[in-house]
């Protein structure tokens, strides 16, 4: 394989690590459902579906599933990012791999285990994933106008909304908040992974698809 031909493997790749993220959302709903003494997506931090220790009031039985897909969706993260770092550029790929090391780190520390360390663990995505919408889009802007200023935009409301649950602390709406501060940017790079694809297959070279019949006299 040529090194263009791993290049583009590569990017393949990356893309569908990317692709596949927002797989993650589904897994909160799993575990949410599992819970028992009663979990609320408003007002309910993610966190507390990791949280190890049970009582009368409330258990996360799979919390291994949760934290343990902060730890496996993070890596897709770091990986999808270093895979596509061309077309990211490399701004938005150390962005993004600062925040999959976070979501990671995040996994590793149960909030209940060291509230402190959890937070410490958890701030970097907050901050990393919105800059890193913003900057794409930035880069985008004149290749892809309509994704760019999708992507523009969900870097300003998560952002935004990573400030409010912030400033939220367990208020009724800290749940959505953190939500609204995450979601976006899994169907956010979702999106710009799909381009990525579609791109590659409009580039694939001739003698991977059809070659011109050369018929005999």
Avoid at 35 to 55: A, M, P
Avoid at 127 to 132: G, L
Avoid at 134 to 162: D, H, N, S
Wanted: with cysteine.
């Amino acid at each position: 394989m040529t090194s263009s031909g791993s290049a583009r493997q590569a990017a393949r790749w990356g893309a569908l690590a990317l692709l596949v993220r927002p797989l993650y959302i589904a897994t909160e709903f799993v575990v949410a459902a599992a819970t028992t003494g009663g979990y609320n997506f408003l007002s309910d931090s993610v966190s507390r579906l990791g949280e190890i220790g049970c009582s009368a009031a409330y258990c996360s039985p799979w919390h291994e599933l949760m934290n343990g897909s902060f730890i496996g969706f993070g890596a897709l993260l770091v990986g999808g990012a270093v895979l596509l770092s061309r077309p990211l550029g490399p701004w938005v790929t150390g962005l993004l791999v600062v925040s999959g090391l976070s979501s990671v780190a995040t996994g590793l520390a149960p909030l209940d285990q060291d509230a402190t360390l959890h937070a410490v663990a958890a701030a970097p995505l907050f901050v990393a994933q919105p800059i890193a919408l913003i900057v794409l889009g930035v880069r985008l802007r004149k290749e892809r106008p309509r994704l760019a200023q999708a992507l523009m935009a969900a870097g300003v409301v998560t952002g935004a909304a990573a400030v409010s649950f912030v400033l939220s602390g367990d208020g009724s709406a800290s749940g959505a908040l953190e939500r609204l501060a995450l979601w976006p940017v899994f169907i956010g790079l979702a999106g710009f992974a799909w381009t990525q694809l579609r791109a590659e297959d409009r580039t694939v070279p001739l003698s991977r698809t059809s070659r011109p019949h050369h018929g005999g006299s």
